[in-house]
């Protein structure tokens, strides 16, 4: 198995467009979640959002454009940030041998929502041409692949919340066994539909909004939880050998050490600790090294009940006395629950806070839960000086993935 570098980091997300802008947010807690703003905002029982702020489609041709759906529009931003990054001309010697790898857990819903409104509410039948390429999931890896001219595999999964951490860590395989030499790999969501938030909130899963400051309504971990808030955006690495990124002189940002992913074969939204645990033990022998090599957490972190409670006790179950000496970030509460995205936003946070050497913090922490009474990082960040991480993902329908990351030098 070869050692697979991480040389390129994209990121659009509600916390900042851009690597260094998303980590300095997530540094100083500053909350990317608001009221949402949409012109159906006052059918929602609580209009709650992390909605992308940064301009987007600059240099893009009009007839592209068109053919963009959000996700798709938001994932190309954040390859090509990553590629640029990556010195991306140099990334891939053979295009056939890179690969891109894209999670998503509902592809295209705007531009699906929107013709089912052209279709049912306005009782027309002038769909817009482009609808099946604008709707479909693996749109946003095809319009990457297009772009950066990639030949090998153009993949994408869709597993609900852990979409885009199978996509990279699926990704990781292929580049470790030497069946690629390189890929793009992460997620992208905009589920910020009509439809999509209406779905969501009749599953009674989604937060209420604090009377004092709507930006704090998501609070993970915390006695006074009430659900997680949908957000936006996109991440995307570019991943590589480590003997072929140091060959050409790249900068590395971190390695992929490991990845695991489980199905709980239970229930298809009730989480359980046995099965999140079972998620971090493949991930830890995909590594090759035990629960006390791991220096921190990126907690799931949802901030809905069971979640959190199921989490604490999973991380319990792994780490055993040394659970509560373990920091752990749940930056959803600043970022939102990105769905298919969350995964590759949070991983890459994870990459971000070794290299600086802080652990970040888990925001609006005030009134710690007595059944989750572990080091969340409440509130403030810390400097810590972490070499490998945990990045945790699960998901609805029991697919959970972890993947392992690294800081050492190369």
């Known amino acids: 198995m070869r050692r697979v570098a991480v040389t390129g980091i994209g990121i659009v997300s509600p916390i900042g467009n851009g690597a260094a802008e998303v980590f300095a947010h997530a540094r100083d807690g500053r909350s990317g979640i608001g009221r949402f703003q949409g012109p159906f905002a006052h059918r929602l029982r609580a209009p709650l959002a992390a909605c992308v702020q940064a301009e987007l489609g600059a240099g ?16 190309l931003e954040a390859a090509n940030q990553a590629m640029t990054q990556a010195k991306g001309a140099s990334a891939f010697d053979d295009p056939h041998r890179a690969g891109v790898f894209v999670g998503s857990g509902m592809g295209g819903t705007l531009s699906m929502d929107e013709g089912y409104r052209t279709l049912y509410a306005e009782d027309s039948d002038r769909i ?15 319009w990457i692949g297009i772009e950066h001219r990639l030949r090998g595999p153009s993949l994408t999964y869709s597993t609900a919340c852990s979409s885009s951490a199978v996509a990279i860590g699926e990704a990781w395989q292929r580049i470790a066994r030497g069946e ?21 909130e009749a599953l009674h899963t989604l937060a209420s909004i604090d009377p004092q400051d709507a930006s704090a309504s998501c609070k993970p971990f915390s006695a006074d939880r009430s659900g997680m808030v949908l957000g936006e955006g996109a991440a995307m690495l570019v991943l590589e050998s480590m003997d072929h990124a140091l060959a050409r002189g790249a900068q590395v940002h971190g390695e992929i050490l490991g990845y695991g992913t489980t199905n709980e074969a239970s229930h298809i939204t009730r989480p359980s600790a046995q099965g999140q645990a079972e998620s971090m033990q493949a991930a830890l022998r995909s590594a090759g090294i035990g629960p006390d090599a791991i220096d921190a957490i990126n907690a799931h972190g949802t901030g809905t009940a069971a979640n959190d409670l199921a989490e604490t006790e999973a991380i319990k179950a792994v780490f055993g006395a040394r659970a509560g000496q373990v920091p752990i970030s ?8 990105l769905l298919g995205a969350a ?21 609006h922490l005030a009134r710690p839960d007595p ?15 972490a070499r490998t991480m945990l990045s945790n993902s699960f998901a609805f329908g029991g697919t959970n993935a972890v993947l392992v990351l690294g800081h050492e030098s190369p």
């Open 60 to 75: 893009i041709e009009p007839a592209k454009l068109r053919m963009l759906d959000r996700f798709s529009l938001l994932a």
């Open 371 to 385: 059944a989750c009474d572990l080091d969340y990082v409440p509130n403030v960040a810390r400097p810590f000086a």
């Open 330 to 337: 749940a930056t959803k509460a600043i970022h939102g629950h």
């Open 128 to 142: 817009k041409p482009y609808t099946v390429l604008l709707g479909m999931h693996n749109a946003a890896a095809a």
């Open 180 to 200: 690629l030499d390189g890929a793009i790999a992460g997620g992208a969501e905009a589920p910020l539909s009509n439809g999509s938030m209406k779905a969501w």
């Open 343 to 363: 995964g590759a936003l949070e991983a890459s946070l994870c990459l971000l806070a070794m290299r600086h050497g802080v652990a970040l913090p888990t925001m």
